[in-house]
């Protein structure tokens, strides 16, 4: 619950500014290129390096909110990235649990607490869920 609640507020504090979205978006990109494009594709398309090793292919990011009515399912592709709700596509799910990488990778820098660590990670999977929702097609 405190989870979603979180959720919702950063959400909403992205969702203000159509300028920061834009902004979001260019700031997940770095993040997608690293961590999302060897099994999504560098478009998105389900057809990265790695993916076609899984029994059973990477979701095609472009069609996310075609798929949900024509809505960007933002809350559920944050949760999925962080780890926060299982992928049924990926069977146990397969797919690394970001959240836990990135907090592990921001305690390791200096001066940095556990609450500013997960602020961190918080806003680098805000901006790359908002690059994931600048992928979509029509």
């Known amino acids: 619950m405190r989870t979603a609640l979180k959720l919702g507020a950063a959400v909403a504090v992205v969702s203000m500014a159509t300028g920061a979205m834009a902004q979001d978006a260019f700031l997940g990109k770095p993040e ?14 389900g057809d990265g390096a790695v993916g076609v090793l ?17 809505v960007f399912p933002f809350a559920d592709v944050y949760q ?3 780890g926060g ?5 990926h069977g146990r799910t397969e797919m690394p ?13 200096r001066n940095v607490s556990p609450y500013d660590a997960q602020l961190v990670v918080e806003a680098r999977i805000i901006a790359l869920t908002q690059y994931i929702s600048s992928l979509q097609t029509p």
Not at 57 to 70: E, I, M, V
Not at 97 to 109: H, K, N, Q, S, V
């Open 80 to 82: 999925a990235i962080e």
């Open 54 to 70: 899984f029994a059973q292919s990477p979701k095609d990011l472009r069609t996310l909110a075609s798929d949900n009515g024509g």
């Open 97 to 109: 649990i970001w959240g836990d990488y990135l907090l592990a990778e921001a305690l390791e820098r």
């Open 32 to 45: 997608y290129d690293q961590r999302c494009a060897v099994c999504h594709g560098a478009e998105g398309a």
């Open 85 to 89: 709700r299982e992928i049924a596509a």
